[in-house]
């Protein structure tokens, strides 16, 4: 009888571990020095997640992003730029070269990213649970400069395209009623 108490015990923490899906924050990363690490340090903020590129039409968003970034990071929010070769070649440099970029040209502080892949076969863990079949919004990143909003508590809130300015009403009113959220 106890044996048959364990194993069904057991068993039923093998269905709960099954149906647990892993959030966000526990999904493997490099950051752009190249070191391990994941999103688990940024657990209880508003995210804005950016693929990001270079040398594209829509690279100077970077100073949009980087306004969003002081605007808000006292209030419990970062951006956290993810640089991104999929589209066009337009981020061909290494991770030295992409830090260079964005420090000297639009005075970047918030987190960047080891260069990932956004679609496709090789496409990272991350974009597959952003833009996968359980996404609140799923398909395709379609171009750079694709955005998602997170909530304090890891959830997917809020997806926005390219031509959406991170600095747009859209973007900060979602963020705002993020930080709003408790």
């Not at 991770?95 to 260079?100: A, F, S, V, Y």
């Not at 987190?111 to 990272?124: I, R």
């Not at 991350?126 to 079949?133: E, I, N, P, R």
Request: hydrophobic share 35%; glycine share 8%.
């Amino acid at each position: 009888m106890k044996s048959t108490l364990i194993l069904a015990a057991l068993l039923l923490a093998q269905i709960v571990s099954a149906q647990t899906k892993p959030s966000l924050y526990d999904i493997p990363l490099k950051d752009i020095d190249g070191k391990d690490t994941s999103l688990k340090a940024y657990q209880g903020k508003v995210l804005l997640i950016v693929n990001v590129a270079s040398k594209c039409g829509f690279t100077p968003q970077y100073e949009g992003l980087e306004a969003i970034q002081k605007k808000y990071q006292d209030k419990g929010f970062t951006v956290l730029g993810f640089p991104c070769n999929d589209f066009g070649s337009q981020e061909p440099g290494s991770t030295e070269e992409i830090k260079q970029f964005c420090s000297s040209k639009y005075s970047v502080t918030f987190p960047m990213f080891d260069k990932l892949h956004v679609k496709g076969a090789e496409q990272h863990p991350l974009y597959a649970a952003l833009t996968g079949k359980d996404s609140p919004f799923p398909g395709d990143i379609k171009w750079n400069f694709g955005k998602f909003v997170i909530g304090r508590d890891g959830k997917i809130l809020k997806r926005f395209d390219s031509q959406v300015k991170p600095e747009s009403p859209q973007v900060t009113g979602a963020i705002e009623s993020a930080l709003a959220a408790k």
